[in-house]
């Protein structure tokens, strides 16, 4: 019904850049809140970044003004940009698209996740 999948994951050194990308498939047109998350071990899962439909983006504080969330509609891809990478991003990076309101049955889907690992 819905597929998301994940990529650009890696091993980057701090300070250094990488991009991951959430490739979409299946019934999405109805899906309005896209975002990022991340998992590292033995914490919760938190809100990296979201944007909405209407483009309205929400970022945790602590990537304020290195990550930049985006999306190419043309290809169903979401993206998040990662600048200035610090240690304490490392995580299993998961990309989640969310059903809301709209008239339609709420709905919550998550891809399976990227590893990122910033060394010091």
């Known amino acids: 019904q819905v597929q998301l999948v994940e990529s650009g994951g890696g091993l980057v050194q701090a300070g250094g850049s990488l991009r991951l990308s959430c490739a979409a498939s299946?019934?999405?047109?109805?899906?309005?809140?896209w975002g990022w998350y991340r998992q590292a071990p033995g914490k919760q899962r938190e809100l990296v970044a979201e944007i909405s439909s209407g483009g309205s983006t929400n970022y945790a504080d602590s990537v304020k003004g290195r990550f930049t969330i985006s999306r190419d509609n043309a290809e169903n891809t979401l993206f998040l940009h990662m600048n200035n990478l610090k240690p304490e991003d490392t995580a299993v990076y998961y990309c989640?698209?969310?059903?809301?309101?709209?008239?339609?049955?709420?709905?919550?889907?998550w891809g399976q996740g990227t590893q990122v690992t910033v060394s010091s």
């Open positions: 299946g019934i999405i047109f109805s899906l309005n809140i």
């Open positions: 989640n698209a969310k059903r809301r309101g709209l008239g339609f049955a709420s709905g919550d889907y």
